[in-house]
């Protein structure tokens, strides 16, 4: 049967997506399903775990489906805050948006209280992603001239996490040149568009405009985060703090949380890497499709490591291990007897140099965790552990370091130094991953018969 002018296919940001190939064969006058094809919601493999998604609201009938789409973002894991413009709220309520998200919901740009709490700005940056569902024509056409008239508008130019638009109109809305002119500008500028769906629409008409049902964005906005950088490639992680006991109920270990090697590892996997984390013990749940070795000492560390590195592509050591452990441990609890004690302690293999050493050594990237001139200490230990690249941070500062959510990194390889703002450790997390996958593939172009006997 040939393509059926009624029921348009979906459109899909990729033009090698198995949808537009169907509407390419269709154009070319092939035979092609009628129905328009679905991405269908598979809760197993959809996660947003920790995503920090910003959900716009516009003006459009579709706003009724907004408090589902919430519900289905938060049952992926992830944490939803909501923006609504003026339209929006004349088709569902803020309270209801406020109740399904859990957040206060904002809709005013110059609103005293709200800035008081969390600002524009800081909701701008606080984003993962921004979805905007539905996004309406007007709302599009505002986005594509780089407007900042509402709340929406101005996170939308304010926000550099990726953004995505789910438009929802008229079916002649949608068609109109001016519409998909405004839909090119989006695309040019890296803004996804989600649907539209194709059938019998609000007014009554038939076509395509119609918003994607709230499973279908949640897929989508699942996959923003997958980049497909390291695909194929095996990623070694290490995360977290050693603990060297001293005696059954003591030891010694340091301030390190593990979040930032955990979020490293979330950021390889997404980038399509096969990833094992090997962990030193933290409070963290281990990332989902990531293999997660959990170990307790330096050594175990050394040794886990020491049994994966032979296939790894790429080598990231983010934990903080103690540089020395106890030469003896008691076996049973110390006790205070004398008012001074001398615990001898010896130093513990360095993990990071034996993976630099190793023969075929993996792409090399090492943490420096400084309190003082960064980059010439990230400098000296490049060179030191023969490292490609150190991603270093200042620690003892407020909000970043150790136990913060937030890191500022440079990142230091033989070129010189990167500098990266202040983020939340998920986003410098990515983008440590995308500099190391630039990195990777300049060093190991495609033809390296590294790469093929280790996949
Ligand atoms: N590292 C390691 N094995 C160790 C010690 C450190 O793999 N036994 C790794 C860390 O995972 C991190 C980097 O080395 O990637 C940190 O370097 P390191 O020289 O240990 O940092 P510091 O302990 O701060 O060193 P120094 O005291 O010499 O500054």
Known sequence: MRLNPAKPFLRYPSPSHPANRTRELASEGHYVFAEPLQVHFNPIMVSLTNKRILLGVTGSIAAYKSAETVRRLREAGAEVRVVMTRAATEFITALTMQAVSGHPVRQHLLDEQAESGMGHIELARWADAVLVAPASANFMAKVAQGRADDLLSTLCLASGAPLAVAPAMNRQMWDNPLTQSNVATLQKNGVRIFGPDSGTQACGETGAGRMIEPNDLVTMTAAMFETGELVGLNVLVTAGPTWEPIDPVRMITNRSSGKMGYAVATAAMEAGARVTLVSGPTALASPERVECIRVTTAREMFDAVQARVATAHVFV???????????????????????????????????????????PAPFVVGFAAETGDLERNAVAKLRAKRVDLIAANLVGQPGSGFEADDNHLILV?????????????????????????????AKNPAENPRLAHRQ
């Open 317 to 359: 050591g983010a934990a903080a291990v103690a540089d020395y452990r106890p030469a003896q441990t008691a076996v049973d609890k110390i006790k205070k007897t004398a008012d001074t004690l001398d615990l001898v302690l010896i130093r513990n293999p360095d993990i990071l140099a034996s993976v630099s050493a190793h023969t």
């Open 413 to 441: 390889d033989a070129a010189g130094t990167v500098e990266l703002p202040l983020l939340s450790k998920a986003k410098a997390a990515r983008e440590l991953i995308h500099h190391i996958a630039v990195r990777y593939h």
